[in-house]
């Protein structure tokens, strides 16, 4: 059964930083680019980040570029998100996400749980 | 960015009822566009792909239609367990986006 289970969210002051973390099992995790996607209360879907299957290419929203990193350590089977200089914009329920291939199409396929950053004073 | 919009923003139907959602992207995106399905407080859960193709073990009652900058995602006869958040998603630029949601509700 593959499971995604995200965890190291939480309440954080303006101008703090969070480290998320996405523990893959069940799956070929090395195999396959992982996204970060977000939900602020009561809103919709916004993409984050990405990151390829060995982590040598990176991409994220204009939102959040040069304050979040994204990585992965393929060996522990984990996808990572550093939250830098966070806002009280990026309170959210942050989702790691499986994008699949299949016949010349990506899709998110497998999401975890999400987990709530919340910042605020 | 290319921007997805979806109509209408809520509906409210009956079990059983036909059910059209419409998204529209700002620039052709081929068939690049999935269709996910999002419960309170759950994921989203993919529903169709590549705007027609149908994740395996989701019910044949939904079906997405549609190809450059126009789409529908279509639930031919609602059921309960279908009362739900759904959202357009195109995976044609780097830089994905989803539309803004359309929420169904019970009559």
């Known amino acids: 059964e593959v499971q995604l289970v995200e965890s190291g969210g939480g309440l954080v002051q303006p101008g703090g930083s969070l480290r998320l973390s996405c523990a893959a099992s069940g799956i070929t995790f090395s195999s396959y680019w992982m996204h970060w996607v977000r939900q602020a209360p009561g809103k919709g879907l916004v993409w984050v980040s990405r990151?390829?299957?060995?982590?040598?290419?990176?991409d994220y929203a204009d939102s959040v570029k040069g304050r979040f990193t994204i990585s992965r350590d393929n060996a522990k089977n984990t996808l990572y998100l550093q939250m830098n200089s966070l806002r009280a914009e990026d309170t959210a329920v942050y989702y790691c996400a499986r994008f699949e291939y299949h016949s010349g199409y990506y899709y998110f396929d497998y999401w975890g749980q999400g987990t709530l950053v919340t910042v605020s004073s | 960015d290319i921007q997805m919009t979806q109509s209408p923003s809520s509906l409210s139907a009956s079990v059983g009822d036909r059910v059209t959602i419409t998204c529209r992207a700002s620039q052709s995106i081929s068939s690049y566009l999935n269709w996910y399905q999002q419960k309170p407080g759950k994921a989203p859960k993919v529903l169709i792909y590549a705007a027609s193709s149908l994740q395996t073990g989701v019910p044949s009652r939904f079906s997405g239609s549609g190809s450059g900058t126009d789409f529908t995602l279509t639930i031919s006869s609602l059921q309960p367990e279908d009362f739900a958040t759904y959202y357009c998603?195109?995976?044609?630029?780097?830089?994905?986006?989803f539309g803004g949601g359309t929420k169904v509700e019970i009559k």
């Open positions: 998603q195109q995976s044609y630029s780097t830089f994905l986006t």
């Open positions: 990151i390829n299957s060995d982590g040598s290419s990176t």
